[in-house]
């Protein structure tokens, strides 16, 4: 071969790699930035409800990890967000109770453990279970609280009609929605109640990792979702998110990373489970094979909306950052809780100083102390702070993130003893 034409191809193979590489590296990021062809136009995910449920016999839809008639009561309400699942079961007479959640086993498992609630109502939260999932919108405390006044307005019973007014439980995330609603609605609250509530997480506990993962704009959502849902699917050695402790400068990290609590879990060095407890609670005493990882793996397999919903709501849900919502509920009850003289002398008619607070004049939180998500004595300290120090009830178990599992029978008896002193 000629000298000249040798220095030309070994020049021009190296840049031929390069622009090799490079077009793959442009195709490889079209691929993950562009938008679903089928998404562009769709204002909703179907749930399994119309995509599986459809093909399966009633023997296979019996073995669902999350069978449709879990709860009694469903009903599927069709809204300009795509079709909610809301249950609604029990006495018409007496006391009302929802529960918001992204576990609806958990609060519903707590429920069942006594009876004396009258009429009981939750949902489905966006993209879980069986209700659709909203594409086009952020799922944050606007889109949480639509759902909420949908499952009250499509009641065949008056949830808030004349004085009607009822009790809200909320669980994790579920939580920060019914604060939300709770300090917006105060006139249709009677009760407010938190279980391990997501709402007040400190900023130090979200991990490098996880703002890079969740944070928009940094990676194309599409290769984020692939990466969740991947971790999502994996059986019991699948990877974690959620890490009771972590090694940060040498120093043990309390809580870790906190924003995914719903990832199956890996097994540490020693062949524990971080947060295991929660992972590997049994839902249901009649399913004693069917755990909360399950249930979660097997929407991350058959909801197509899961993980987007999941990804939404972990970017834009009440999660952390919602002190306002929390401080303006105490601002009322502290108003509420005040002699008289004091009350007329606020912003607010003291006439109006009662309706706009809660019945027994507080917020009961129930936390476990060993929560590997919502660190224990922050949440005392700054749920204290923000709702004030004579207007919030703190109960505690030995458990982690999983207590209204686990700890039902405790949970109820705490919540009884509440409503009484109201």
Same mark, same amino acid.
């Given at each position: ?27 490889? $990021? ?51 967000? /795509? ?6 079961? =029990? ?6 109770? +929802? ?15 006594? =009876?004396?609630?009258? =009429? ?5 939260? !966006? ?29 065949? $019973? ?10 809200? +439980? ?8 019914? #604060? ?19 709402? $007040? ?23 984020? @979702? ?19 402790? *972590? #090694? ?18 890996? *097994? ?23 755990? #909360? ?32 919502? !929390? ?24 006439? @109006? ?31 204290? *702070?923000?709702?004030?120090? /004579? ?21 109820? @008896? ?5 409503? *009484?002193?109201?």
């Amino acid at each position: 071969m000629a000298p000249a034409l040798s220095t030309t191809l070994s020049q021009a193979v190296p840049v031929s790699i390069a622009l090799s590489t490079a077009a793959l590296s442009l195709s490889l $990021l079209y691929f993950y930035t562009r938008p679903s062809p089928s998404l562009r136009t769709q204002k909703s995910i179907p749930s399994p409800l119309t995509t599986l449920l459809p093909s399966l016999s009633p023997s296979e839809v019996a073995e669902l990890p999350y069978p449709p008639d879990i709860f009694p009561g469903a009903r599927d309400v069709d809204t300009p967000y /795509g079709s909610l699942r809301v249950y609604e079961w =029990g006495p018409e007479e007496g006391r009302k109770g +929802i529960a918001g959640a992204w576990d609806q086993y958990a609060v519903s498992k707590s429920w069942r453990g006594r =009876g004396g609630l009258s =009429g009981k109502g939750m949902s489905d939260l !966006w993209g879980r279970g069986y209700s659709d999932a909203p594409t086009s919108l952020p799922h944050d405390t606007r889109l949480y609280t639509t759902a909420i006044l949908t499952a009250l307005a499509s009641s065949p $019973l008056s949830w808030t009609g004349g004085s009607s007014t009822f009790s809200l +439980i909320g669980y994790s995330l579920g939580s920060g929605i019914v #604060v939300g609603f709770a300090s917006y609605f105060p006139t249709l609250v009677s009760s407010l109640i938190l279980l391990a509530p997501a709402g $007040l997480i400190r900023d130090s506990h979200f991990s490098t990792t996880n703002k890079l993962l969740f944070n928009a704009g940094i990676l194309p959502d599409r290769l984020v @979702e692939s990466m969740i849902r991947r971790r999502l699917q994996d059986g019991p050695s699948g990877a974690t998110a959620v890490k009771p402790k *972590e #090694v940060e400068n040498g120093k043990m990290n309390g809580v870790g990373e906190v924003v995914t609590a719903e990832l199956p879990e890996k *097994e540490g060095e020693n062949g524990e489970k971080a947060g295991s407890g929660f992972d590997g609670a049994v839902l249901s005493k009649n399913r004693p094979g069917v755990t #909360v990882k399950d249930a979660v793996a097997w929407q991350a397999r058959t909801h197509a909306g899961f993980v987007k919903s999941f990804l939404s709501s972990v970017r834009h849900g009440p999660i952390s950052n919602q002190h306002a919502d !929390w401080r303006r509920i105490g601002d009322r009850l502290t108003i509420q809780n005040a002699p008289f003289s004091q009350a007329a002398s606020t912003s607010i008619p003291a006439y @109006e100083s009662t309706s706009l607070g809660l019945d027994g004049g507080k917020v009961l939180i129930i936390c476990g102390r060993s929560d590997p998500v919502i660190d224990y004595r922050e949440l005392v300290e700054d749920a204290t *702070e923000v709702l004030g120090k /004579g207007n919030v009830v703190i109960e505690s178990c030995d458990s982690g993130h999983e207590l209204p599992i686990t700890k039902s029978v405790e949970i109820v @008896e705490f919540i009884w003893e509440f409503w *009484e002193k109201e």
